[in-house]
């Protein structure tokens, strides 16, 4: 059953792999196509970085272009306010670096897998509520189908990484964790756009908490000692 | 009563408000977060201002909670920060989690709470200034660059990749207003190129986390740039040589066309010419040839009027006893000039060079039958007319033609008044000597006037003065333009001034005699035409406005153009100058010979032989 699964995902997601230039597969089996043209584990992990920091520029811009047309000016947040509140993970978010850096490389490798999952159905749904917009701008659409777009990539790529480094055999389909609160289905206008904005907002925030993960953990590849010093 | 007690409760309730004022207290005015910052991500500092204090003691105190956390701490640093601020160190922050703050002011009367403000630090990045900034000047075969260099700022821990920066940095010229601003992204060095040789230039370097604030600019860095080979120098050069260039190719087209622009800066002067005569037939010693071209048969013209174009001036003395022999039968004696004239085309060469001048001798000394000469005969008559008989073939007149601006002499000829005191009928002429070998031109005068016919070469002019009697002027005047004018003038030789050494005593007595009279009245003729007879019709001037000074001018005159016709000639002979200051002269007297020969190549005497006038 898995086997098969993992079989359909890498064929379904064969245009993905291939843009992200990371082979789903590696190894012989049976049915599978196999696209065995090895990347070094410190390419990969510049790659994963790669998409992770343009995930996150496109998140700004997209925060900023909904802000801009739809919150009203009272109750938009400043650069360094958040009137909002994410919804809480399942499991611990290392809120310092001094709390992640004394977490392990696997742990953190798992960390941003969970952040990458617990996304991809919420900017879905967010696609469908810009829709719903009637002066959306085209280019807020944009940005965000992509990012729901490249989210799928970046979750393919950390769990080759987290294969190629990790040893770790793990199943690649993405699983929706139970735990991600839903968001409620609201009518009205105003909290519906309050709503999205937090949605934007918090996405944002996770997606650069992907990036900072991932880089922490590149310099713990490169050079170990020099990166717990500070 | 009950006034006083309105007015002390007026006064009372004016006074107080004002009393207590200066002495009540309120509680604090409200204070407010000015800023957050963080410098690197992990710790942060948040800033409040106070409001009114309300008079009394102040404190403020902060207090935050974190999201999703109902727990209120107070601000675990007051005094790290400086005054109203708040520092938050590691194990207080938090990233990626909202704080909830809130500053409170409290004095004796009460408190006054701010605005609440959510801070999420990641947001508040604002790091510190780039350090060890460093400027280089590099060479490059382009010339020199810039290379700035930097280093991120020791707080921010870029290194194990919990900070990303980006940099960007700004350049100018030192006097410059407007910066350059570059964007270097993450890398922490940068070249400049495009530089001004001999520049100052300042550099600036700031950064920015992906996420948060630009930081400040970094103090300003000079750099000297050396002067390499400067642009300006090496465009002097190519103007230099551009315009070399240009010059050298002028004077390749000056030089080219060398005669016409000599042709027209020194337009040539145009001398007058004899047509038709051969300058080099002359040189072979063959006059008879060349004269012979010169003869005009259609001279003389008949019917034209010269009369304004021979003016002469005879001051005759008319003897009433006398008379002339309208032969010319004493022509033999009497010199004639001749000059043969022919127009000429040959105008291009200097004045100096022609040879219109043709004087000869004919009769008396030697007579070429071939050519043809003139014999003027002056008759004197009682009206003192003259007339010219001319002999031999009736060829050239010497009629001045000033077209032709020939020179024509003529006899000089005495009145009958001269040789009056002797042989009536004398004509004494005056005889041009030519010093050219081959053709003469005598002046032959009556024996009993003067001493022999013989030719009488240049230098012989002084004799030749000496003998005569008289002194006449003669003036050789010579224009291309004008023609010539013959001024003779038997002058009166009453004064003592004379310079001549009379040979002869008796020549002079009879030349005296011969000459005018003492004091006898003198008159001016002016010749008027020639008529068909070829004489001369004479016709005395109506007024003696002539007066010597006049004549002395014209003589200068023509002493000048002889002189310019000597220099123009380059084979003409030497000989003596006339003098070119004679006008000025006041007085009549001109005690110095003037005698000006223009001798040219052929052997032509232009002479303006000048008697001492009294």
Known sequence: MHIMQSVVWAVLLWPCLVSLGVPLECKDEQGSIILCASISKEKLLDRVIQHAELIYRVSEESCTLFEEMFVPFPMRSQRNQAGYTCATKAFPIPGSKSEIQQISDKWLLHSVLILVQSWIEPLVYLQTTLDRYDDAPDTLLKKTKWVSEKLLSLEQGVVVLIRKMLDDDMLTTSYYEQGVAPYALQPEVLESVLRDYTLLSCFKKDAHKMETFLKLLKCRQTDKYSCFLH | ?614
């Not at chain 2, 703050?101 to 959510?118: E, K, W």
């Not at chain 2, 040539?268 to 005569?277: A, H, L, Q, R």
């Not at chain 2, 071209?293 to 013209?301: D, E, N, R």
């Not at chain 2, 002429?429 to 050219?436: A, F, G, I, N």
Request: include cysteine.
């Open chain 2, 1 to 614: 009563m009950m006034w006083r007690d309105v007015g002390v409760t007026l006064i009372l309730s004016l006074i107080l408000p004002v009393v207590a004022q200066g002495a009540r207290h309120t509680p604090p005015g409200k204070p407010k977060l000015t800023s957050c910052r963080s410098p690197d991500k992990e710790t942060f500092t948040c800033w409040w201002e106070a409001g009114s204090d309300g008079g009394r003691p102040t404190t403020y105190s902060l207090f935050y909670h974190k999201e999703n956390s109902e727990t209120v701490y107070e601000c675990p640093d007051y005094h790290t920060a400086g005054a109203n601020s708040c520092f938050f160190s590691k194990n207080e922050t938090s990233i990626w989690v909202n704080y909830n703050i809130t500053v409170v002011a409290t004095n004796a009367l009460g408190n006054n709470f701010s605005d609440p403000v959510d801070v999420d630090v990641v947001y508040i990045v604002q790091p510190h200034t780039p350090e060890n900034v460093t400027v280089g000047v590099l060479e490059d075969e382009d010339g020199p660059f810039l290379r700035v260099s930097w280093e991120p700022p020791s707080k921010a821990d870029t290194r194990s990749g919990w900070i990303t920066l980006i940099y960007e940095l700004r350049v100018k010229l030192e006097e410059a207003e407007e910066w350059e601003e570059h964007r270097a992204g993450q890398q922490k060095m940068f070249n400049i190129f495009s530089l001004h040789s001999g520049g100052v230039y300042m550099v600036q370097v700031r950064c920015k986390p992906d996420h948060g604030f630009w930081s400040e600019w970094s103090t300003a860095s000079y750099v000297i740039v050396p002067d390499y080979i400067p642009r300006e120098r090496s465009m002097w050069i190519l103007i230099a040589v551009f315009s070399a260039f240009i010059f050298l190719i002028l004077t390749w087209i000056i030089t080219l066309n060398r005669s016409s622009v000599k042709h027209c800066l020194l337009p040539p002067v145009p001398g007058p010419k004899i047509k038709g005569f051969d300058q080099q037939l002359l040189k072979k010693g063959k006059p008879e040839e060349v004269f012979n071209s010169l003869v005009v048969q259609s001279f003389p013209p008949r019917s034209t009027d010269y009369e304004d174009l021979l003016v002469e001036y005879l001051e005759v003395y008319v003897n009433e006893k006398q008379e002339l022999m309208p032969e010319g039968k004493d022509l033999q004696d009497v010199g004639c000039l001749k000059s043969k004239s022919q127009s000429d085309n040959d105008s291009g060469r200097g004045s100096c060079d022609s040879h219109t001048l043709l004087m000869e001798k004919c009769g008396g000394v030697e007579s070429k039958d071939e050519s043809s000469y003139e014999e003027p005969e002056l008759l004197q008559g009682q009206a003192g007319s003259w007339e010219r008989l001319e002999r031999g073939d009736s060829q050239v007149v010497d009629t001045p033609d000033s077209s032709d601006g020939r020179v024509k002499t003529w006899p000089l000829v005495f009145s009958p008044s001269i040789h009056g005191s002797s042989d009536n009928h004398h004509y004494g002429t005056l005889e041009m000597p030519k010093q050219h070998s081959t053709s003469e031109i005598t002046y032959s005068v009556p024996d009993h006037l003067f001493p022999t016919s013989t030719s009488f070469p240049h230098h012989h002019h002084p004799e030749y003065r000496d003998s005569l009697g008289e002194y006449s002027e003669y003036r050789c005047s010579r224009s291309p333009s004008t023609g010539v004018a013959y001024h003779w003038e038997a002058r009166h030789p009453t004064q003592a001034h004379s310079n001549f050494n009379i040979r002869n005593l008796e020549r002079q007595k009879e030349a005296t005699g011969l000459g005018l009279p003492p004091s006898r009245s003198m008159e001016y003729v002016e010749v008027q035409k020639v008529n068909q007879e070829n004489q001369l019709v004479l016709k005395p001037l109506s007024s003696h406005g002539r007066g010597p000074f006049q004549r002395q001018r014209e003589m200068a005159e023509a002493g000048q153009y002889c002189n310019y016709r000597e220099k123009e000639g380059a084979e003409a002979e030497r000989y003596p100058t006339q003098q070119q200051g004679k006008t000025t002269k006041d007085g009549p007297v001109a005690t110095q010979l003037q005698e000006s020969t223009c001798l040219t190549t052929s052997g032509y005497v232009d002479t303006a032989p000048t008697m001492p006038t009294f």
